[in-house]
């Protein structure tokens, strides 16, 4: 008998296996920050940035972390091999914030898991586009050494998830943003949702956490301009808004394509049961 179940736990546990190989390629729970340390050949280091959530227009804020480069975490965590795993590297927050963002990307630039402040202050941030104040920055935060490089300065906080617990190599499969009947010319305000809006939301079951329901459903019930007005300047259209208004950085008739191409597309999408 004994046998028999542990036979079946193990096909069980095999099926879970193969249903989740389908999309993780390779993941893991970040450790504690001293079992981290235990495991990594050079010391931490600081590193200075513009710190994205603390500055506004062009009043740059900048702060020291200290961490390790995230490709020497990568191979620590993820094998030597990481950058032919999988094309995408997804960061898992605390919080339900997901971000994934393509392997190349952390070939061609230098980004760091950081766990401290240099100067002893609390690792905690306030994150000003979205209300926040003193957030817990830990376990682990993912900053870009972006202070000789505009184009990273110009993404804002997008791309620096916080509070992350887990990373994971995935293959991401777009098929539940774009599936059949979405007419290709929607296709750019799919790439531009991914962009902006899905480390928060699902379309289609497929996004982050931070925020229940259908983005496809939402827009189906909201009033275009109503609509473009929350992404611009969600604290005009609600009292304390938490959501970040989109990409401030960028040309405000800039903005407003951006969010109307998102519309039109979470109009157009197919929703999907
Ligand atoms: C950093 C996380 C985050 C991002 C990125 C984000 N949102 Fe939000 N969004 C929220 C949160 C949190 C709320 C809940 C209301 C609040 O606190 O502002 C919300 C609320 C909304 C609502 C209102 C939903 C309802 O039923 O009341 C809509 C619509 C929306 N977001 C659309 C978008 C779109 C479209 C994008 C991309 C351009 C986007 N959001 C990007 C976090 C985010």
Redesign the pocket.
Known sequence: MQNVLSFFGRIAGLAVLLVCAARTVHGAELPPVETLQRLMTDPAQAVQVYEPHLSVGDRHVAIRYVGYPAAAVFERILGKDWQGKGETVEFRALDG?VSRLPVRRFLRERAYLVFARQDGAPFTVNNLR?NEKDVPLGPWYLIWDNIANPALIAEGARNWPYQVKEISLVAVSDAALLPKGLDPRFRPGAAL?KT??L???KVNGFGGE??E?N?AE?ARD?DRAD?LR??LV?AAQ?DG????A?SDRLPEAERRRIAGA?FDYLRAVPVLP
């Open positions: 914030y979205q949702v902006h809006c480390q928060c939301h931070k925020f329901g983005l939402i909201s609509f929350l992404l969600p609600r808004a938490t959501m970040p989109l998102i």
